[in-house]
């Protein structure tokens, strides 16, 4: 039993009256009791940091890699992060500015999930040759396809700036005043960092702002698509399976990194060279067993794990269930659309992931929140700090009343954030709205003479709205966004106050006498002209003044810009001000506990910087009478095999090496191991990141979390919280063996660590 699940049983023993032991005690015991528990709650969360916590790979040695080696590691920190010799951080990239990848070759060779690299295969992909449904393997370089816009970025060292960062700062600055004062240090720091011209920086706030990093980085832009599975194997189970477990999803896809001759970065030429790294993974065959050392390293995107309770509760209570029933509507509309017509399968494919993939996650973590007592916790937590702050004359002049503060705002946030959610997600989902935005964008750029204000810069804006809105409809269908359109609005009126609803939108229904029918078609403001290409498009042909005179009279643009305007006056400036006060709150309530709780070491929230998290492979008990084993296999797929479904199909080439049991070298014991789980603490942007052995040698790709674990951004439980990765040999087995891509294989470097 782990001392989480010590602890909670322990509450509910103490607290809930399920012993006779209980019985016997006075209330006075109680009080003791209870602080008794608040403290082994402090040293859970301590000792729980084996599996908790997103860590800067440059305070390893200091922080983390005696209590990593006690979990089985056999490297040292320098071989995870060296800015002097080659280490495993060399082999890791930021890929595309959205998820992880890292070389596995000396040939600049690099993986990532499938559905990080999902939109290059979508894109290059037609009727013709359907790259998603079949897959897509180069034989040789000359036939690997290239991505503009995608790249990936290595980092060469990261530096401790804080005291350069923070330099003139003093707490009686507005929030403001210090972000600018900031700003123009973080200008200064970038501009004097020692780099070559190739290479880049950026400075990021930690802690909520108590502390500074600077990061030097190498982008490469000429990155292309080598190799990817069909979407039967690199996304089996589609939306059932979706940050489920058990999991069977061979969720990966292959790049190559491309230099100049010189090796260094260069923007795509045909004269270009693949990339010789400082550093490519080694790739075990051995698998893991329960309990084996397990590190990912990658970007992970954005946790709060410091969140007051109030924050925790409203996330649970209001903003989750908001978004989930928007996000439910339009998924329903989609996917209704795609059962139909495998043209708008494929133009949505990725749109219908990118808003299933929250819409899902939110879901679970409204339920881990709950299981795990998440709000009650962090009360015992608060309790314990406001006791210590009392007790101590200095924290109470100090922080005394922050936890009073933090109550009152966010009872202010509440409905604000609530109103930003409505915008944000019902607009973000009604593509016309883009197709104004951009138009609106040209009509505010366009000055009253025909000149750019302040420029000659028009034509070149004329020219990548075009491109933007081309790009758009190759992947559009004016019939989904219609529908869209009239459902969504309709949440949008239906479900918010009316002060802040759009006039012009109720006047709109008003003057149809749709007050108790409240879903309006873009026939009202005369939108549908607005959803052809042909129309659109055909505007850029038009003399640049006649152009501007159509959209200003539109009545679709009208409507998006009261919308906006409505939001902004009614919201936007109401939800900044009180979410300045909370950014200051947080950052105070920040360095206040890492002053209350000397004994606790703590680590940053996620920012999409380099991290490492470290745990041990295994499985978990979510509810009551099921229990999860830690691996899946081959035989699960067969299991779940559902001939002709969209989601459990199964190619006849994978049927076939199934049943003949041919899986060469990456089969163990007569099976083929598909995924495993481990407690190692991830994220979004951490798809696609490396799973490490205890020797620094690849055992798996991390692609997703459990469900019932994704409040682990903002609550981590390790009872409960496990990331699941596709096994490497399975990666290969599909390489190899499935797409007869094996001269890939061949160019990495396999070990058998376990035999040593």
Same mark, same amino acid.
């Given at each position: ?79 995870? +992060? ?115 011209? +190739? ?20 982008? +490469? ?200 959610? +409505? ?334």
């Amino acid at each position: 039993m782990s001392m989480t699940e010590i602890l909670t049983n322990n509450r509910n023993d103490y607290f809930h009256g399920h012993t006779m032991w209980q019985k016997k005690i006075k209330n006075k015991h109680m009080k003791h009791i209870r602080h008794f528990l608040i403290a082994l709650l402090l040293l859970v969360r301590t000792v729980a940091q084996a599996d908790e916590g997103m860590w800067l790979p440059l305070l390893l040695g200091k922080l983390n890699e005696k209590q990593m080696k006690s979990l089985g590691m056999k490297i040292s920190a320098k071989d995870i +992060y060296s800015i002097n010799s080659g280490s495993l951080k060399d082999a890791i990239v930021s890929f595309g500015g959205f998820c992880t990848g890292e070389v596995i070759s000396n040939k600049g060779l690099v993986l990532t999930n499938h559905h990080c690299g999902f939109d290059a295969v979508q894109n290059h992909s037609s009727l013709e040759h359907n790259y998603i449904r079949d897959g897509f393997w180069a034989k040789n370089n000359s036939e690997e396809l290239t991505n503009p816009g995608l790249f990936v970025t290595f980092i060469i060292r990261i530096e401790d700036v804080s005291s350069l960062a923070l330099s003139g700062v003093s707490a009686t600055m507005t929030e403001r005043e210090r972000q600018s004062t900031i700003d123009k240090n973080m200008t200064l720091i970038r501009s004097n960092a020692k780099k070559e011209k +190739y290479q880049d920086s950026f400075v990021r706030g930690f802690f909520e702002g108590n502390q500074y990093y600077l990061f030097i980085t190498e982008t +490469y832009k000429d990155v292309r698509l080598v190799g990817a599975p069909p979407a039967s194997i690199g996304n089996f189970g589609k939306d059932t399976d979706n940050w489920m477990w058990p999991r069977h999803t061979g969720d990966f896809s292959m790049f190559r990194i491309y230099a100049g001759k010189d090796n260094k970065p260069a923007d795509y030429s045909p004269d270009n060279v693949p990339y010789v790294p400082k550093r490519s993974l080694s790739i075990s065959l051995d698998g893991v067993a329960e309990n084996d050392f397990t590190m990912v390293f990658g970007f992970p995107g954005r946790t709060n794990e410091y969140l007051y309770s109030a924050a925790v509760e409203q996330i649970m209570t209001v903003n989750d269930p908001a978004k989930i029933a928007i996000r439910e509507k339009a998924l329903n509309i989609i996917d209704g659309f795609m059962r139909k017509d495998e043209q708008i399968k494929i133009q949505y494919a990725a749109k219908y992931a990118g808003i299933q993939n929250s819409y899902k996650k939110w879901q679970g973590e409204i339920m881990g929140l709950t299981s795990t007592n998440a709000v009650g916790k962090k009360k015992m937590y608060e309790a314990e700090f406001q006791k210590r702050v009392n007790a101590n004359p200095q924290w109470k002049a100090m922080y005394g009343s922050l936890l009073n503060d933090l109550e009152s705002a966010y009872a202010e946030f509440k409905p604000y954030g609530l109103a930003r959610d +409505y915008f944000n997600e019902i607009i973000s989902k009604i593509e016309v709205f883009t197709i104004a935005s951009r138009l609106n964008a040209l009509a505010n750029a366009y000055g009253e003479t025909g000149e750019v204000d302040g420029g000659k810069d028009f034509p070149a804006k004329l020219a990548a709205a075009k491109a933007a809105l081309q790009d758009l409809f190759a992947e559009y269908n004016a019939d989904v966004d219609n529908k869209l359109f009239k459902v969504l609005m309709g949440l949008y009126v239906k479900d918010q106050p009316k002060k802040i609803v759009s006039p012009l939108l109720l006047q709109g229904i008003a003057s149809e006498g749709r007050e108790n029918n409240e879903e309006p078609g873009l026939v009202l403001f005369d939108g549908e002209k607005f959803t052809q290409e042909n129309f659109v498009l055909g505007l850029f042909n038009k003399p640049a003044g006649e152009m501007i005179g159509i959209i200003k009279e539109s009545k679709l643009v009208q409507l998006y810009n009261d919308i906006v305007k409505t939001y902004q006056q009614q919201v936007q400036g109401k939800l900044n001000e009180i979410q300045a006060r909370i950014n200051k709150q947080n950052r105070t309530y920040m360095q206040a506990q890492m002053d209350v709780f000397k004994e606790k070491t703590f680590y940053p929230d996620a920012n999409s910087t380099l991290r490492v998290t470290y745990g041990n492979v295994k499985g978990y008990n979510p509810r009551d009478a099921v229990q999860y084993g830690f691996y899946t296999y081959l035989d699960g797929i067969m299991d779940k095999y559902k001939p002709g479904d969209y989601e459990f199909d199964v190619p006849e080439k994978l049927q076939s090496l199934y049943s003949a049991k041919d899986y060469g070298q990456y089969g163990s014991k007569g099976k083929m191991p598909v995924c495993f789980i481990a407690r190692n603490h991830t994220t979004g942007g951490n798809s696609g990141s490396p799973a490490l052995d205890a020797y620094g040698n690849l055992v798996g790709l991390n692609f997703d979390r459990v469900w019932e674990g994704t409040m682990s951004d903002i609550n981590y439980d390790p009872s409960i919280c496990r990331n699941i990765m596709v096994d490497i040999r399975y990666v290969l087995f599909i390489i190899d063996k499935f797409a007869g891509a094996g001269h890939l294989v061949k160019e990495m470097k396999l070990v058998h660590p376990k035999r040593k």
